[in-house]
């Protein structure tokens, strides 16, 4: 069955370092992944989507990579804040007009 | 631009009764948007895709004469629990895909906390 795995423990780092979360998925053919934002009590915000065929985005201090082979995407947030505390979450696309697959999310704790 | 509402963000009802949410894109057209339920420390679950002028598609395991979908325009879906129950509570989230940038990206609301006592 399809899977799309975050680790479920929450990430702490010091205010400052680069903040790194991983997304795997098994028996999937995403033709897009995207990773969203989210707050206690509040609906997801979206950041960053990277198609199939891109290995790499960036946004501000968020990049996001693709590895199809690997079946894996990497989303780093450089220069933590702790503004950037929040739980973080990957979703999956297998074709455009379709639904999104969510991962579990990773909660990011960043201290001052 | 591209902001989702949900009305009400929070509701407490008694068991058996129905309840009403409201989705709204603010700021643009949606032809589709989708409604998801997310239990406390958990990823949201995909409820049902809901359709500008037609009938709704539920995700399998989700009981569509519980969920009523209605998606009367391209602005505004509504979920109705009916006959809510103490498990029936949990954070309903919508989203809505905007017509006008085919990227499908989705734009989430800011969830409906729903409490049945």
């Known amino acids: 069955s399809q899977k799309i795995e975050q680790n479920s423990e929450a990430l702490n780092i010091q205010e400052g370092k680069t903040a790194t979360l991983t997304c795997n998925y098994t028996?999937?053919?995403?033709?897009?992944l995207q990773w969203y934002r989210q707050d206690p009590g509040r609906g997801p915000v979206f950041l960053l989507l990277i198609r199939e065929n891109e290995k790499e985005k960036r946004k501000e201090r968020l990049k996001v990579t693709f590895d199809t082979t690997l079946k894996q995407s990497l989303f780093h947030i450089t220069a933590s804040q702790p503004a950037d505390s929040a739980t973080y979450l990957c979703?999956?696309?297998?074709?455009?007009?379709?639904?999104?697959?969510f991962g579990g999310g990773t909660r990011v704790l960043v201290k001052p | 631009g591209a902001v989702v509402s949900q009305h009400p963000s929070w509701v407490i009802c008694k068991s058996g009764t129905s309840v009403k949410i409201e989705c709204r894109s603010l700021d643009f057209q949606a032809t589709t948007m989708f409604w998801y339920r997310q239990f406390p420390k958990q990823s949201l679950m995909l409820m049902a895709t809901s359709n500008e002028g037609s009938k709704a598609t539920y995700e399998q395991g989700v009981e569509k004469d519980k969920f009523l979908i209605n998606h009367a325009s391209l602005t505004l879906s509504t979920l109705t629990v009916t006959s809510a129950h103490p498990e029936d509570s949990s954070f309903y989230i919508c989203?809505?895909?905007?017509?006008?940038?085919?990227?499908?990206?989705?734009?989430f609301g800011p969830g409906t906390r729903l409490t049945v006592l």
């Open positions: 989203s809505a895909r905007d017509l006008a940038h085919p990227t499908d990206t989705q734009y």
């Open positions: 979703a999956l696309l297998k074709a455009a007009g379709n639904k999104l697959t």
């Open positions: 028996n999937y053919s995403p033709a897009y």
